[in-house]
Nanobody
Framework: QVHLVESGGGVVQPGGSLTLSCAAS???????????MNWYRQAPGRQREFVAA????????SDGDSVKGRFTISRDNAKNEMYLQMNSLNLEDPGVYYC?????????WGQGTQVTVSS
């Protein structure tokens, strides 16, 4: 299974921006380009929520309804990294953000990075 590590979380004011990164490692017979990648988030007391997805080649993306037009998912397979550019952050966006990689219906999760939105 791929090993995923998120970074880039922190505290930001409403209306601010953050960029999250997800570094992948631990490949044996595969590379990051073999994995469809996603971001999820979970706020205290809430269910885990889909944020965004990107295909293996990075040629197609999809976003959750709550982040459409504000967040952008991207990836760099050569660097074994995925990103989430978050703009216009609001008080509905705080939580732990997780990156996931899916190959052959098997999903790997990172440990998460905390995003806090506070004035």
């Amino acid at each position: 299974q791929v090993h995923l590590v998120e970074s880039g979380g922190g505290v930001v004011q409403p209306g601010g921006s953050l960029t999250l990164s997800c570094a992948a490692s631990g490949f044996t017979d595969f590379t990051l380009s073999d994995y469809a990648m996603n971001w999820y988030r979970q706020a205290p007391g809430r269910q885990r929520e889909f944020v965004a997805a990107i295909t293996r080649a990075g040629d197609n993306t999809s976003d959750g309804d709550s982040v459409k037009g504000r967040f952008t998912i991207s990836r760099d397979n050569a660097k074994n990294e995925m990103y989430l550019q978050m703009n216009s952050l609001n008080l509905e966006d705080p939580g732990v953000y997780y990156c996931t990689g899916v190959r052959c219906s098997r999903r790997s999760w990172g440990q998460g990075t905390q995003v806090t939105v506070s004035s």
